[in-house]
């Protein structure tokens, strides 16, 4: 993913600059694994492939070592280089922004773990469509997500925070739907509790791509922007965008 040029100030010391720079294209990197992981979760389930889903729970530990590692990598400049403004912001925002793709990556491998059990139960499908519906709009998120940290883009991560409500609303949807389902068939409670499961992980996703969007907001603008309605987020970040919050 090419970078744009980011807008934190330029330093005397160049190794300062490209340490910056490199935990910046760390963070891309695990995004983009994570990313992938996220996909393949999905695809496993839609497509009955265990053995995709269990090539995509091995990732996790992959994911895990990155984020101690760029962690570790961002305390070590604040004690060395004692950063400040933009660059402080800087750091800041990618060591939150690597907790929440850990944590996406822990609901990609839940979301692998209920596909295997799916497969091995001969499930019905039922509830798949919406697990397809809400899957392609949290992989957008995320996808969208990554983008704006790439591009220090905070447009694009205020309707990333924006998408998360039509997650919010098809996930309730969805789980009205399969309740009342389960309630008319208890034979297929044990494969709707599955779907369930992973429709929560998927919302839980999308709940983490948009506190992504709220640091690169707050790197871009210098406002934390968590807990704020959208209309008050698009106020800061001095967004121009004409639709309904």
Same mark, same amino acid.
Not at 180 to 205: G, K, P
């Given at each position: !993913?090419?970078?744009?040029?980011?807008?934190?100030?330029?330093?005397?010391?160049?190794?300062?600059?490209?340490?910056?720079?490199?935990? *910046?294209?760390?963070?891309?990197?695990?995004?983009?694994?994570?990313?992938?992981?996220?996909?393949?979760?999905?695809?496993?389930?839609?497509?009955?492939?265990?053995?995709?889903?269990?090539?995509? *729970?091995?990732?996790?530990?992959?994911? +895990?070592?990155?984020?101690?590692?760029?962690?570790?990598?961002?305390?070590?400049?604040?004690? *060395?280089?004692?950063?400040?403004?933009?660059?402080?912001?800087?750091?800041?925002?990618?060591?939150?922004?690597?907790?929440?793709?850990?944590? !996406?990556?822990?609901?990609?491998?839940?979301?692998?773990?209920?596909?295997?059990?799916?497969?091995?139960?001969?499930?019905?499908?039922?509830?798949?469509?919406?697990?397809?519906? #809400?899957?392609?709009?949290?992989?957008? !998120?995320?996808?969208?997500?990554?983008?704006?940290?790439?591009? +220090?883009?905070?447009?694009?991560?205020?309707?990333?925070?924006?998408?998360?409500?039509?997650?919010?609303?098809?996930?309730?949807?969805?789980?009205?739907?399969?309740?009342?389902? !389960?309630?008319?068939?208890?034979?297929? #409670?044990?494969?709707?509790? +599955?779907?369930i499961w992973v429709l929560r992980s998927l919302e839980r996703i999308g709940d983490h791509a948009r506190n992504m969007s709220e640091h690169l907001i707050y790197l871009v603008s210098g406002t934390d922007v968590r807990h704020l309605p959208l209309s008050e987020i698009k106020e800061t970040a001095g967004i121009s965008d004409s639709t309904e919050d």
């Amino acid at each position: !993913m090419e970078l744009k040029q980011d807008n934190y100030s330029t330093h005397i010391s160049q190794q300062f600059n490209d340490e910056l720079e490199e935990i *910046r294209t760390e963070l891309l990197t695990m995004g983009g694994i994570v990313e992938r992981q996220v996909h393949d979760a999905v695809e496993a389930l839609l497509t009955g492939d265990a053995e995709m889903a269990e090539r995509s *729970r091995r990732v996790d530990k992959q994911t +895990n070592d990155m984020e101690v590692m760029i962690d570790e990598r961002c305390t070590t400049i604040i004690a *060395r280089r004692q950063p400040a403004a933009s660059d402080l912001r800087l750091i800041v925002a990618i060591s939150k922004a690597v907790n929440d793709l850990e944590r !996406m990556g822990d609901e990609a491998s839940r979301i692998c773990r209920h596909a295997i059990e799916l497969v091995e139960d001969g499930d019905s499908q039922r509830g798949y469509q919406e697990v397809r519906h #809400i899957g392609n709009l949290v992989r957008n !998120m995320v996808k969208d997500v990554l983008t704006a940290f790439a591009r +220090n883009d905070a447009e694009l991560a205020y309707h990333v925070a924006k998408q998360d409500k039509a997650v919010d609303l098809e996930y309730r949807t969805a789980m009205r739907s399969l309740m009342t389902y !389960m309630m008319e068939d208890s034979r297929a #409670i044990s494969s709707c509790l +599955n779907v369930i499961w992973v429709l929560r992980s998927l919302e839980r996703i999308g709940d983490h791509a948009r506190n992504m969007s709220e640091h690169l907001i707050y790197l871009v603008s210098g406002t934390d922007v968590r807990h704020l309605p959208l209309s008050e987020i698009k106020e800061t970040a001095g967004i121009s965008d004409s639709t309904e919050d």
